[in-house]
Structure formats: C-alpha cells, structure tokens
C-alpha cells in the first residue's frame, strides 16, 4: 500500500512522537506510522474532500479510528498548539511547503518537520534557513524512477547556504551521497546533450545551460 517514498518519509519521525500528515492523501503515512508503532496518535489532514473521504474509508477499514484523526483543512491551519509533535508535509513543491509554514501559528510548538518536496527544493531550503530551521538529516531516493529529497528539520540556526547547497543539500554533498551522485550525473548528461543542440543553433539561452554544467561539475568534485 504504501511506497517506496512514503515509506522513507513516515520512517524519520521520532519514534513516540503524535505525527500530523499534512496533505496526507489516502492516509497511507498516518496508517503505516500507527501500525509499525512509530506514533502513538496521529492527525490526517488534507484541504480536499475527496482525499478526505477515502482517508476515512481507510482508516475504518484499518480499525485505526481511535489512534488516527482525520480532517479537512488548509495545510496546518487544523492543528493546535502542542497537537503535534512531528509534522509531515510530503508530495508537493517547495514553494507550497513554504506557503504552509508561513500561514502555520503552531510552528513553535512543533519539535520537528518531515519535509518532502517534489520540486524546487532550493526554495524550502532557502526559507528554513532564515526562519532558523535547521535541515538535521537529509536523504534522497528514487521511487518509480524519479528522485526525491526528503529532510527532517527541527528549531535551530545553522550557517547560510551557498548556491549549490541551495540547490542540493549541504548534508547531501557533504556525505557524498550516492543517489546524488546518480541524479547529478544523469543530469550532466540531459544538459551535455542540451548544450550541443543549442550550440549548434546559436541560442541566446546557452549561457544558462553552460552555469547549470558548471554548477553540477562543482558539486561533482566535491563528491
């Protein structure tokens, strides 16, 4: 039922800790957290009904009524302080994440978020480290052939990233990950083949496509 992904994301809650799933779906993450034991309680929220409606039907069909709460809401508008302890939001872009945290008023009292974006990770990045956020762990993953980052994230201030840990992850870099390595490399590829074309048609834009070469060059050397 729940995937690779999924899975990965619901496995870097602390253990003990009341979970809310923001945008949980069909309440895969809230299910497998309750029935590994790695939550005692847990709050599924989503804004839409349909995802609601089919969230309820499994968690019935689980028996897991008691143990998991489910309710439409805007991001974590539904939550109250000191509800959750850890905060899951996975399966969206990096500026949605954002939007999310920003209408919170209940950040403070959450010890920790699990964060999933599907894209633009350089802009959740960004926000995090100016809201004093600090990224504890990072890991990236391929699930049915595409590349995903997910961070856990807890109170505190770290230095500014620069450009490329931006864009790829100071944790990531620094451990030389090899699913970013992978990624980078597959990437080096897509836009080697990009420039060629570009160069031959004599486009304006190739500058852009040599910056992003160089970048990925960097943070190759340093993997």
């Known amino acids: 039922m729940i995937s690779k992904r999924l899975k990965a994301v619901a496995d870097m809650v602390t253990p003990g800790m009341t979970a809310a799933d923001i945008g949980t779906d069909h309440a895969y993450v809230p299910i497998y957290l309750i029935a590994q034991k790695i939550s005692p309680k847990v709050y599924a929220m989503d804004i839409n009904e349909g995802p609601i409606r089919m969230a309820i039907a499994n968690v019935e069909n689980e028996g897991y009524e008691d143990v998991i709460t489910v309710k439409q809401a805007d991001g974590m508008q539904g939550l109250l302080p000191n509800q959750a302890e850890s905060v899951v939001i996975a399966g969206m872009g990096g500026e949605l994440i954002v939007q999310i945290l920003k209408a919170s008023k209940v950040n403070d009292t959450v010890k920790e978020f699990i964060l999933s974006p599907h894209k633009n990770p350089e802009v959740l990045r960004k926000y995090l480290n100016e809201q004093a956020l600090r990224i504890v762990e990072e890991q990236m ?30 944790i990531l870099i620094e451990r030389k990950d090899s699913i970013l390595r992978e990624y980078l490399t597959l990437r080096k590829k897509k836009f080697s083949k990009i420039y060629e074309v570009m160069k031959e048609q004599n486009s304006e834009n190739v500058s852009e496509i040599v910056e992003k070469l160089q970048n990925i060059g960097k943070v190759l050397e340093k993997m």
């Open 141 to 170: 993953l391929v699930d049915a052939g595409k590349y995903y980052v997910i961070m856990k994230v807890v109170h505190g201030t770290e230095e500014p990233f620069d450009d490329l840990e931006l864009q790829y992850g100071r």
